[in-house]
Structures are given as C-alpha cells and as structure tokens.
C-alpha cells in the first residue's frame, strides 16, 4: 500500500493523471486483495471497472483544469488510513474508509450532476478506487 500510495503522490504533484489512476487503485486492491471472500472480491471488482470510465473523466477534468485541490485531499485520505492501519488501529481505520467512501459518493454525484468539481479534482493532470 505505501508504494502505491507514494507512486499517487508522485503521479499528482507531476500532473500525470493516467499515473494517477493506476496508483489509486492499486492502493485500493493493496487493500481489496486481503479479502478472504472470493466471491465479493470478484463483485468489487466488477463494480470497479463499471465506474471507471466516470472516475478517470473526473480525473482529466480536472487535470485539464489544473485543479488539484480533490487529489490532494485523496492523498490525505489515503496517508491518514495508511497511518491507521499501520499502527494497528482498526476502528480509526474504518472510520477513514467510511469518511474516504462518502467523499468518493459526493465526488460521483458531483461528477453526474455535470458540477465543476467531481471526483477528477483527484489529478491536477488528465486521466479510479478500493
């Protein structure tokens, strides 16, 4: 997970919104693939891939904006739950994916209600989530 979290920040602050993507989710399935239960994981993946093309339109509007401000607070969301489960400190880390998810919703409605400011807000450059 760190290493896909480092290559996020990297991808950020270099604008590479295509990077980004790529180290967003492999930060997510860091996590997803410890899952014991096949079956669900096969279903997470399924819903991934179906929202993908919406998160990486967010990711390029955004990039394409030069607006950073909601992949910042991704990398923020994502250092802080690293953090919770390094120390061992499981109901901190569930609040941060509780928090992480909603964030990720308001990003998606944000996103369909054609706003200026959806989940793509993530990249500063052009290119999504577990």
Not at 63 to 74: M, S
Not at 99 to 106: A, D, N, P, Y
């Amino acid at each position: 997970m760190r290493a896909a979290l480092n290559a996020q920040r990297q991808a950020t602050e270099e604008a590479d919104a295509h990077a980004a993507i790529l180290a967003n989710k492999a930060f997510h399935f860091a996590l997803l693939d410890r899952c014991d239960n096949h079956w669900l994981l096969r279903f997470v993946r399924q819903l991934w891939e179906a929202l993908e093309p919406h998160r990486a339109l967010a990711y390029r509007r955004s990039a394409a904006r030069g607006d950073r401000t909601r992949a910042d607070e991704i990398l923020h969301e994502h250092e802080e739950l690293l953090a919770h489960l390094e120390a061992g400190d499981v109901d901190a880390a569930l609040r941060s994916m509780a928090h992480h998810r909603e964030s990720g919703l308001g990003d998606f409605h944000r996103l369909l209600a054609g706003e200026s400011s959806p989940v793509g807000s993530q990249v500063a450059p052009a290119t999504e989530s577990p």
